[in-house]
C-alpha cells in the first residue's frame, strides 16, 4: 500500500559540482522521443540557449537525458519551464483548432480510406489526453509547418 501511495519521480536535475546554474543535465522518466524532440525544438528557440539536446538512454528505458546550456548567466531550468509552456501552449492551440474543424463537420464518411485513428477521432470517442498524445507526435514527425 505504501509503494502505491508514493508518487514517482518525473523529473530529476544533475548537475556537475561546481558547474554553473547554465550547464545542467534533466532526466526526464517515463518519456521518449515524442516530448524529447518537441521540448528540444521549443528551447533551441530561445536566444539565450547555446546548446540543447537529449538521448535515449536505452531503448528498453523509458528515459531521456535532457542537456541544456545556456549563456549571459541565465539558469537552465528557465528555458526548460519557459519550453514546457510554450509547448503546452501550441498543443492547446492545436487542440482547440481541431475541436472547432472536428464540430464544424460532425459526419464522417467510414469507407475503407478512413483509419481507425480519424474514424475515432471525428466521432468524438477520443479524450482530451489523447488528442494532446496525438498532437505532440505530429508536432514531432512534421514539426512546425504542420
Known sequence: ??????????????????????????????????????????????????????????????????RIQTRGGVAATEPLRRGLNELTDVCQHVLNTFQVRRNYFPTVNHNSSTSGVVAAVMSKKVDSDSMIFLTIKLLSVHGPEL
Open 1 to 66: 500500500m505504501a509503494a502505491e501511495s508514493e508518487k514517482k519521480q518525473v523529473l530529476e536535475m544533475i548537475q556537475a559540482d561546481g558547474a554553473d546554474e547554465g550547464c545542467v543535465t534533466f532526466v526526464l522518466h517515463d518519456e521518449d522521443h515524442t516530448l524529447g524532440n518537441s521540448l528540444r525544438y521549443m528551447i533551441m528557440k530561445n536566444v539565450e540557449v547555446d546548446f540543447c539536446g537529449y538521448t535515449i538512454t536505452h531503448p528498453s528505458e523509458s528515459k531521456i537525458n535532457f
